[in-house]
């Protein structure tokens, strides 16, 4: 079995994913602080609960392993495809017509680097978990 096949280690790869996308989003917002015109942008939030739903379901599609006891692990892929994109209009435009706030940009960074920091270190806790139950 391949360790990168377990949900939850699919679940935070996907996250990290998402949070790596989204800093790439912010960094264009911030380096686009001066450009007239430019609408800042970011990525529409994960859907969690729809995410543990299509984890947690019983009933799969036609040419998927059917899950039929809940000790059993799906070997479905928990990935929704690429991220959304959207402007953000929470700030004032300047006289120039940009919407960039470089403070909420600033903040919208740091929150992402914790997160994706807190995703990649339950990562790694996971991983040496599963070395340590199998005696590695």
């Known amino acids: 079995m ?7 280690l699919s679940m935070l790869r996907e996250r990290m994913g998402w ?3 989204r800093q790439d989003v912010l960094t264009q ?3 686009n602080v001066d450009t007239p015109g430019f609408v800042a942008r970011d990525l529409r ?3 969690f609960s729809h995410e543990l739903q299509q984890a947690q379901s019983p009933l799969r599609t036609a040419g998927q392993l059917t899950v039929t006891d809940p000790r059993h ?3 479905t892929s928990t990935t929704s495809g690429p991220f959304q994109n959207y402007e953000v209009r929470d700030a004032e435009a300047n006289p120039n017509g940009n919407s960039v706030s470089l403070e909420q940009e600033m903040i919208k960074v740091s929150d992402t680097q914790a ?8 990562y790694a806790k996971t991983i040496t978990m599963m070395k340590t139950a199998i005696g590695h």
């Open 73 to 75: 692990i799906s070997l």
């Open 19 to 21: 949070l790596n996308q």
């Open 2 to 8: 391949d360790l990168t096949d377990i949900p939850l």
């Open 45 to 47: 939030p994960q859907d």
């Open 29 to 31: 917002n911030v380096a």
């Open 115 to 122: 997160q994706f920091q807190a995703a990649t270190n339950l």
